[in-house]
């Protein structure tokens, strides 16, 4: 039998051009000779004009060149911002988290707990949202949660600072929205006959909330579900505190509303 030798040159050479190529696509790093300043101006600029998956790398970038420096922080913040505003929450709120555990007494430390809040905040459902008429109550509200802890303790350390106005008036919407959240889940329970289930979540958006909108509704929920297990007194107990701290009420009058605009949208 004949044996044929194989030549290893053109593998090789092969191989070379392979990795010539590789290198010849490598992307420069077209800031390697700007200033700190300059790189904060084009991130500024990209974040600016909406392209924050440009703005995000750029602000990396200077949070390196100009570590230690308030430049830096200022950075990590703007990155922070770009990453919400881009649709990246968790991605800023781990920003947001290492710079709170990084910069404890930094000036700025209100406006990152204010933009924590924001993010976790999330108000903005879109256009399939306004669609379904979907309100924040009717979400998981873990997020909710998150970001009233985030406002509470902004507006509990810098009760002067510029945000605390806005960050009260949100606490106050996801105080609301949480106990609608009960409200929403009772409503459920009674609509398909599990009146001992509404009575439990009625009573704990009752027992939890105070002086919110949703208590109305819970009342009722609770005296038909009352009614409905054929429990009298407690029925008519109900809805004397209903007709005594909501002399107009229409549930009594009309029963469940039917859908209209969320009595939660402030914005």
């Keep these: 039998m004949r044996r044929v030798k194989l030549s290893v040159a053109p593998l090789a050479v092969a191989l070379l051009a392979g990795l010539l190529a590789g290198c010849s696509t490598t992307e420069e790093d077209k800031t390697a000779g700007w200033s700190p300043n300059r790189i904060y101006s084009e991130a500024k600029d990209e974040a600016n004009s909406g392209s924050y998956d440009k703005a995000v790398p750029l602000f990396e970038k200077l949070e390196g060149r100009a570590a230690g420096t308030p430049l830096a ?8 911002y770009a990453q919400y505003k881009g649709g990246s929450q968790a991605q800023a709120i781990a920003t947001l988290d ?7 007494a930094s000036p700025a430390l209100d406006y990152a707990l204010y933009l924590k809040g924001l993010v976790n905040f999330n108000d903005d459902l879109g256009l399939f949202s306004f669609i379904s008429r979907q309100d924040l109550s ?3 509200q873990k997020a909710a949660k998150d970001s009233f802890e985030s406002f509470r303790e902004l507006t509990t350390r810098f009760p002067d600072s510029k945000y605390t106005p806005d960050a009260r008036q949100r606490m106050t919407y996801i105080v609301n929205s949480l106990a609608q959240y009960e409200v929403h889940v009772a409503r459920y329970y009674f609509n398909r006959g599990a009146y001992v289930a509404a009575i439990n979540r009625a009573q704990l958006a009752i027992a939890d909330y105070r002086d919110v909108p949703a208590i109305e509704e819970a009342l009722y929920i609770l005296m038909r579900s009352y009614d409905a297990l054929g429990m009298q007194d407690l029925r008519d107990d109900t809805q004397r505190v209903i007709a005594t ?12 509303k039917a859908n209209t605009d969320p009595w939660w949208k402030v914005w």
Aim: glycine share 4%.
């Design 73 to 80: 922080q200022q950075a990590q913040l703007d990155k922070a």
């Design 98 to 104: 290492r710079f709170i555990k990084l910069h404890p």
């Design 138 to 140: 009717e979400r998981d």
């Design 245 to 256: 701290n909501y002399p107009k009420s229409e549930y009594l009058t009309r029963g469940f």
